[in-house]
């Protein structure tokens, strides 16, 4: 899931004449945080409320929520800027604590407590601005892995947007001078950018960032596959309801991986080994929630080899391709053995051998992995260039 015009409903205040700058500084955002904002160009992810499986992929999934999201770590794209500890380009120096000022110094009706219910004292002519961040208006505050930039809304006259300040602390206190800085924050794949407006009075700013986690595991007859051997991409949407991204929202997770996206709808491709045993299901993100997926393959490893005679040994100079039964190829390989993962049904065996070509039909089930033994001159063909 990658840069649409929704991802940045938050800038409705700007005025129009801002709107090129703003497109400017979004782009220097994009620099400033590529794990962010490279999730904001493609799909999304898993959920809890119930999910779809494209049956014809061969398998289905069990889906279920696994809890909070606030205490999970770590998690896909939780990298804190810069290296080691959280650096502030801008003074920080702290006087003594002073109580918070101005409206938003009480906390949000319906909420749990704002975590800077004192603001210390910032430098002569600058402002304590505390920010928070919460999975939405009435769930919890989010207590790690969030990661802050503070850029001023004035381009330098390189056209570049200064990084003002920048933290991975839950609840950091920027001292800000007077004027316009656009605030970026992002937790795992999920980010909000928003402009503020900073005058001669410390405040609080929370922002509200809608995002749930997900994590994905694969089986086969209630048989964990192994981590190696499964992958899965992430999109936008919904598979079933016909309405999917094209373009990885993530690209290659990994078995248990927890990756955090923001709440919404979305499908996961669950792909185990060489072949074609691709499986799609629903889910949907839930903010502040963790949800389960299990996608249940119904695919077995077939193992290919030519022998001379029954038991023989495997043979080598062969070139192999796997058909199904309309003749679409679905594999090719010149490894002497080589091992397919196919979902159940009907298969051919093709191998060409010193000219010759060799085929033998077989059936895979579920589960069942088995060795493939295709005798020479079993089922042989034409010789290749007979015009036969």
Known sequence: MFATP???????FLPRRAGARLAALLMA???????????????????SDGAGS???????????????????????????????????????????????KGPAAAAP?????????????PPAGKAAIGMSARFGANLPQIPRGVVWRVFDDRPEASGA????????????????????????????????????????DSRREQITIPAGGVKLQSDVGDKPIPASKVSYDIFEGSFLQG????????????????????????????????????LQADIAVQPGKVTDA?????????????????????LSGTQWSVLT??????KDSSSPTPAFVLAEGEYTALVRYEGKTFTKTFNVESGSDTRVDVLVGEQAAAPEGSGD
């Open 243 to 278: 309405r999917a991204s094209s373009r990885p929202f993530y690209r290659g997770a990994e078995p248990g991986d927890l990756v955090v996206l923001p709440a919404g709808d979305y499908y996961v491709v669950s792909t185990y080994g060489e072949g074609n045993a691709v």
């Open 54 to 100: 494209d049956r014809a992929g061969g398998g289905d999934a069990s889906v279920f929520s696994a809890g909070s999201l606030a205490q999970s770590m770590p998690f896909i794209g939780n990298q804190a800027p810069g290296v080691g500890a959280p650096r502030r380009l801008a003074p920080q120096t702290p006087a003594p604590a002073a109580p918070a």
């Open 6 to 12: 929704s991802r940045f409903a938050c800038y409705p």
């Open 109 to 121: 009706a319906g909420t749990a407590s704002d975590p800077h219910t004192i603001l210390p004292q």
């Open 294 to 314: 299990t996608l249940h393959h119904r695919a077995a490893e077939i193992t290919l080899q030519l022998v001379a005679q029954a038991g023989g040994a495997p």
């Open 325 to 330: 039964p309309g003749g679409d190829s679905i």
């Open 161 to 200: 947007y200064p990084l003002v300040a920048e933290a991975a602390e839950p609840a950091p206190v920027f001292f800000l001078s007077p004027g316009g800085y656009v605030v970026h924050v992002s937790y795992g794949l999920a980010s909000v950018a928003r402009r503020i407006v900073v005058g001669e």
């Open 29 to 47: 955002l994009c620099l400033a945080s590529p794990p962010a904002f490279a999730a904001m160009a493609g799909s999304n992810g898993a959920g």
